[in-house]
């Protein structure tokens, strides 16, 4: 009922950037919280980042100072600018959308993941 693709990962050296998209689409009334997790090989997935739709953002530690979200609600998209980044960084990041169908369900769902290396 609800799709999300995401886009922009790829290899980056230590210190560069990249930027993460993530659409969302499909039977969709509104959408609620937005969100970027990663997974490294070995560990737990973790969140990364969130935002709601008023605009309250969270972050990691580890992230701070580092990764920028925002979002688009006219085009149900989040983006993950990701700057300064480390080899740590490195892991399968997901986007997950926390919406209302226009069935009036909540439903929360997972993009497939896209992977980001960051190089030393």
């Known amino acids: 009922q609800v799709q999300v693709v995401e886009s922009g990962g790829g290899l980056a050296q230590a210190g560069g950037s990249l930027r993460l998209s993530c659409a969302a689409s499909?039977?969709?009334?509104?959408?609620?919280?937005m969100a970027w997790y990663r997974q490294a090989p070995g560990k737990q997935r973790e969140l990364v980042s969130s935002i709601t739709s008023g605009g309250s953002i969270t972050y990691v530690d580890s992230v701070k100072g580092r990764f920028t979200i925002s979002r688009d609600n006219a085009k149900n998209t989040v983006y993950l600018q990701m700057n300064s980044l480390k080899p740590e960084d490195t892991a399968v990041y997901y986007c997950?959308?926390?919406?209302?169908?226009?069935?009036?369900?909540?439903?929360?769902?997972w993009g497939q993941g896209t992977q980001v290396t960051v190089s030393s």
């Open positions: 499909g039977s969709i009334f509104s959408i609620y919280d």
């Open positions: 997950y959308v926390d919406s209302v169908t226009t069935a009036r369900a909540r439903f929360g769902s």
